[in-house]
């Protein structure tokens, strides 16, 4: 069987192409990746930490402490002490913040729109429903740390 055959070599072009897709859209917002996901996170669920942050868009506390004073710095969130603990800084989204996820959305849900209209509803599904497979076989392959 050569590499092209291989499933996980499939999975990877795709991630790749997945990713080009992304940046090329969030580029045109002046976001990363994780400065995206950070203001969709924010969106969702409410003001957050930066530990609670990292874990959501998978960084470090580390690099999420660099990412999120890059964004407080372009007025895309706020950050305030925590009523609770005073050494923690919640981050919120600001009203531009908003405007401008809205804004990357739009683009990047243009993708979504795109799938949908190259699939059945029922090829949709089942194409869902194997990659939900695929992601759970991933995770049971992958060796366990501590």
């Known amino acids: 069987m050569s590499a092209e ?24 917002y002046r976001l ?8 969709l996170t924010l969106s969702r669920g409410g003001d957050l930490s930066g530990a609670q942050l990292a874990r959501a868009c998978g960084v470090t506390q580390q690099s999420m402490a660099t990412v999120l004073t890059g964004m407080q710095n372009k007025g895309l969130i706020d950050r305030q002490p925590s009523p609770v603990h005073a050494k923690v800084m919640i981050a919120a989204l600001t009203d531009d ?18 799938f949908l209209d190259k699939f059945t509803p029922a090829e949709h599904k089942q194409f869902t429903d194997l990659l939900d497979r695929a992601t759970e076989t991933l995770i049971e392959q992958t060796p366990k740390t501590g």
């Open 32 to 39: 990363t990746m994780t400065q995206y996901a950070v203001l």
């Open 5 to 28: 055959e291989y499933l996980c070599t499939r999975i990877r072009r795709t991630e790749q192409a997945l990713m080009a897709h992304h940046e090329a859209v969030l580029r045109t």
């Open 97 to 114: 913040g908003q405007r401008v996820l809205e804004g990357a959305y739009q683009k990047v849900n243009v993708l979504e729109k795109a």
